[in-house]
């Protein structure tokens, strides 16, 4: 068995490369579901990094993608979605390290959530349950160890005056909420100038869909702020990344993206061009750490751009069309 701790800890890329080699053919040999895919592709076992699969993310609908023994009554994330297919279902053996991975991924981009007031804006990832993000921000709530913290539903009075408190007792302020509430927060003409708002993309079919430089647009002039921050992130994985005005996504060192042409799933495309995203998440170890996603995007310096989706995938809340 892996040791977990390594997967935090710094890591040259050629050191990332071995780890990931080390948990592609731990996972291959104890995901069934990641084993029979990857046979399907003709692949037994994995000797160099570019030989990797990818499991599309359309089987977490179907199947159970775990790569470590389920106890009983684990922690589950189900997705957002209401789709014919269902929802994705992730199933997290070992819920520590998913506390490890959105800690010191936001730690890195936004600092220690003890500097933070986080007010949550996430109604219907309330009202479905079974939120991944829910879990997240409510963790980061917690850390935040600050008695205004907490999730706001429809009180949009409140999240106003909880925000002039915050400031009033020296800390900093983050919205943290999914684009419709926080586009119907905007609405109310309330002054949220020193708020650092970070949305988490979704409509939810509750407005029209926007694109990324539309919607922080609407933001930014609603709430009277310069800057949108936005999350990526999906029920899938345990890790996320973090974008601001220039729109680039960083993630944290244990998280990589790799392009795969369209048509040629085992295509690689070069950084600079348009291609599917795949996503290489080693907190991921008790499940698939390599996930062939919807999402398409262009790699840049310093991180990825979201450019929409695939053709006919799913609407899925955590992406939206940049551009």
């Not at 509750?206 to 029920?235: C, D, V």
Request: with cysteine; glycine share 8%; net charge negative.
């Amino acid at each position: 068995m892996i040791n977990p701790s390594r997967i935090f800890e710094p890591q040259s890329e050629a050191e990332f490369r071995s780890l990931a080699l080390e948990i592609a053919q731990f996972q291959l040999t104890n995901c069934t579901i990641y084993r029979d895919f990857a046979r399907l592709m003709k692949v037994e076992q994995v000797n160099q990094f570019e030989d990797i699969p990818f499991l599309p993310i359309r089987f977490f609908k179907e199947f159970e993608v775990v790569s470590t023994p389920v106890q009983e009554n684990p922690m589950v994330f189900l997705s957002s979605g209401t789709g014919e297919q269902g929802r994705s279902k992730h199933i997290v053996t070992d819920p520590s390290l998913y506390t490890q991975s959105y800690t010191l991924g936001f730690e890195q981009y936004f600092g220690s959530p003890k500097e933070w007031v986080i007010l949550a804006l996430l109604p219907n990832y309330l009202e479905q349950g079974n939120s991944g993000l829910v879990n997240m921000v409510e963790g980061l709530i917690s850390q935040s160890e600050h008695p205004l913290s907490g999730f706001v539903l429809n009180e949009m009075e409140q999240i106003h005056a909880r925000y002039v408190a915050a400031l009033a007792s020296g800390r900093k302020c983050m919205l943290f909420g999914v684009s419709y509430a926080l586009l119907n927060l905007a609405e109310q003409g309330n002054d949220f100038s020193q708020a650092v708002v970070v949305e988490t993309g979704g409509m939810k079919g509750r407005r029209k869909e926007l694109t990324k430089p539309e919607l922080h647009e609407a933001l930014k002039q609603g709430l009277n702020t310069s800057e949108i921050h936005s999350e990526y992130g999906m029920t899938e994985l345990l890790s996320q990344g973090y974008c601001g005005p220039d729109f680039i996504f960083r993630t944290p060192a244990w998280m990589r993206l790799v392009l795969r042409d369209v048509s040629d799933p085992k295509a690689r495309v070069p950084e600079g061009q348009r291609g599917a995203i795949n996503i290489i998440d080693l907190a991921n170890l008790n499940s698939c750490s390599f996930i062939a996603t919807d999402d398409l995007g262009k790699l840049v310096p310093g991180g990825f751009l979201l450019e929409g989706r695939v053709n006919h995938a799913d609407i899925r809340g955590c992406n939206q069309m940049v551009g």
